[in-house]
């Protein structure tokens, strides 16, 4: 069993700043790409940032000056350092990881993710 747990939300002003983790714990060999996406009410789950085991990151064009994703394999944690944040921000995001399990099993495992809440 393999749980990621997010945490670091909130509500900010426009141009303020967030630091959300996630910690992933259980059954777990190795995790590979780590990332996050998010959920805006009435829109589909959109991705935001993964980021490797060796520390190579990409980012949707939304967010890509302004955010940036980091790790920490030893102790399965990932970042996402949030800057200048605006109200189209707003979202549910979840963390994500690409787990190889001690039974070597290989699944992708999500976090139940954590409101940010951007006010204008």
């Known amino acids: 069993q393999v749980q990621l747990v997010e945490s670091g939300g909130g509500l900010v002003q426009a141009g303020e700043s967030l630091r959300l983790s996630c910690a992933a714990s259980?059954?777990?060999?190795?995790?590979?790409?780590m990332g996050w996406a998010r959920q805006a009410p009435g829109q589909q789950r959109e991705f935001v940032a993964r980021?490797?085991?060796?520390?190579?990151?990409t980012y949707a064009d939304s967010v890509k000056g302004r955010f940036t994703i980091s790790r920490d394999n030893a102790k399965n944690t990932v970042f996402l350092q949030m800057n200048s944040l605006k109200p189209e921000d707003t979202a549910v995001y979840y963390c994500?990881?690409?787990?190889?399990?001690?039974?070597?099993?290989?699944?992708?495992?999500w976090g139940q993710g954590t409101q940010v809440t951007v006010s204008s």
């Open positions: 994500n990881g690409e787990v190889t399990a001690t039974t070597r099993a290989t699944f992708v495992s």
């Open positions: 259980g059954s777990i060999f190795r995790i590979n790409d």
């Open positions: 980021i490797t085991s060796g520390g190579s990151a």
